[in-house]
């Protein structure tokens, strides 16, 4: 195709520029981000898709730029849903990297925050508070967990939606310095999106993030307790599967957050089985979880309930930030 032909066709550009997507997916470093994901983060084979299935897309964009054709951004806005402790602020951090090393934002950092960080409580304290986190999100991502409490209809005095119609603006007006990433349960962000259709539309990129299998949480078990020098013996490693099925069965899962509470139990109880037995301790001794470090968790010992009954324990009701960690235990 001639110079003539290409601008017929509407095509800009040099048509004999080439660009080496191999060499620029290289030195971007976008390999060494999407190596660490896969390290990082157990299973989560779709969700690893997504995020290359993007990275290409801003590598292909990145060229066609590179090349002289006539483009449009990409929209990168996300919605991230699925149960707590899948990876989701991994995966918005990861891809904050690729972000930056792309050229799509400034800086690639991550501000997580939640309606509390937003919503003011009182007439004229929502859009502050609301535009300093913009300010510190700004030439990064934006990742708002649980964002369908900025919605509630059910209250007429609630400073939600002065929040949302900020963001939306942003969203729009600052999208080549600001990726948002909603998050949240799946059935709650399908409801949210229902009541602001605007917000909806300006989210290019929906991302579902499955549960972990049992074996993929034993593994992510695993995995945490090699980073702080710690392992499983046999009958520990045995014990532990059987844990992940009853914990599972139990309110309030959250994959790896609840295999994580977990584990800092256990080694609550061998730190004190070593040292109620007073004997001298070698390495093996101390980096070693037991059977019975597992086992002495209330799943192995609480006997099914018969009658309605709370599902936290009394003390939990005056911490409740801890309620829904302490039945990991």
Do not use: C
Not at 51 to 72: M, N, P
Not at 279 to 298: N, P
Request: charged fraction near 30%; charge should be neutral.
């Amino acid at each position: 195709m001639n110079a003539v032909e290409n601008q017929a066709a509407g095509l800009t550009g040099n048509p004999l520029a080439t660009v080496d997507l191999a060499t620029e997916y290289r030195e971007a470093g976008v390999a060494e981000v999407l190596d660490g994901l896969d390290r990082e983060l157990v299973g989560l084979v779709p969700v690893k898709r997504r995020v290359r299935e993007i990275a290409a897309l801003l590598l292909v964009d990145r060229a066609r730029r590179k090349i002289g054709l006539a483009t449009e951004p990409p929209s990168l806005h996300m919605s991230f849903t699925g149960n707590p402790g899948t990876g989701k602020t991994t995966v918005a951090l990861r891809i904050a990297q690729i972000l930056q090393r792309l050229g799509y934002v400034r800086r690639g950092h991550v501000v997580a925050v939640t309606r509390d960080d937003l919503v003011g409580q009182y007439i004229g304290h929502t859009a502050p508070k609301t535009k300093e986190v913009l300010k510190r999100a700004m030439g990064g991502v934006l990742f708002i967990d649980e964002a369908y409490y900025l919605y509630r209809p059910e209250n007429e005095k609630d400073y939600g939606q002065e929040a949302i119609e900020i963001l939306l603006q942003v969203m729009e007006n600052q999208r080549d310095d600001l990726v948002v990433v909603l998050a949240g349960y799946a059935d709650r962000m399908e409801r949210f999106f229902g009541s602001n259709p605007g917000l909806k539309s300006r989210i290019a990129h929906h991302i579902d993030f499955p549960d972990y299998t049992d074996g993929e949480l034993a593994d992510i078990a695993e995995k945490m307790l090699a980073q702080w020098n710690y392992r499983f013996d046999a009958g520990a490693r045995h014990a532990f599967d059987e844990y992940i099925a009853r914990r599972r069965a139990k309110p309030h899962f959250a994959n790896a957050r609840s295999v994580r509470n977990a584990l800092d139990r256990m080694r609550l109880r061998q730190a004190l089985r070593l040292f109620e037995a007073g004997a001298t301790v070698d390495a093996a001794m101390l980096t070693t979880l037991t059977e019975t470090d597992v086992r002495a968790s209330s799943h192995f010992h609480r006997p099914e309930r018969t009658t309605e009954a709370p599902a936290i324990a009394p003390a939990d009701e005056f911490d409740s930030e801890r309620a829904a960690d302490r039945i990991d235990y």
